[in-house]
């Protein structure tokens, strides 16, 4: 799949099939983490990879937007240096790399988090200097989910030409 296409198809999946993912497609989420580009090279992150079907269900009761979590094969905790400016915009690409990477190989995802993730550095031993960020659940849908059905406000409301409120030519 090309890149826009996976932007313009990518869906959040929050119900997954009991199956594992393969080993390489799980490296190859990863490995789109790795080597998403971050601000002067700094890599303010360190990824968690969990498949433990205990701590799946561990981080599905303590993440409150992802209980889910519980039925995924996968989860990545993303966490940041606390210290660093450039910490969420780095993580966050590379969350969204992660996904990309997992929907073009069928495996489908979502963010989880947003608060209270203090209880997931401590299920998972990450050091104080961190930050959990996100934890992204991954798996392949239980159900057919669509490829880009999505519904969004049109181009015209969200995007400006010049300055805003100048219309965006098409």
Do not use: C
């Amino acid at each position: 799949m090309d890149v826009f296409e996976a932007i313009r198809t990518l869906l959040a999946v929050r119900s997954y099939e009991d199956r594992a993912i393969p080993p390489d497609v799980v490296r190859r989420i990863v490995e789109a983490a790795h080597l998403t580009a971050s601000s002067i090279n700094l890599q303010p992150w360190h990824f968690v990879v969990v498949q433990d079907r205990d701590m799946l269900q561990r981080l599905g009761r303590a993440v409150q937007t992802g209980p889910y979590i519980s039925q995924a094969p996968l989860a990545v905790a993303v966490a940041v240096e606390r210290d660093s400016k450039y910490a969420v915009s780095d993580a966050s690409r590379a969350i969204q790399d992660m996904m990309l990477t997992a929907w073009d190989a069928g495996v489908g995802s979502n963010w989880t988090g947003f608060e209270g993730l203090q209880r997931i550095a401590e299920l998972l031993d990450i050091p104080a200097r961190f930050d959990v960020l996100a934890v992204i659940p991954f798996g392949y849908p239980a159900k057919d989910v669509g490829r880009g059905k999505k519904k969004r406000k049109p181009l015209s409301e969200v995007v400006s030409s010049e300055k805003y409120g100048r219309p965006f030519g098409q």
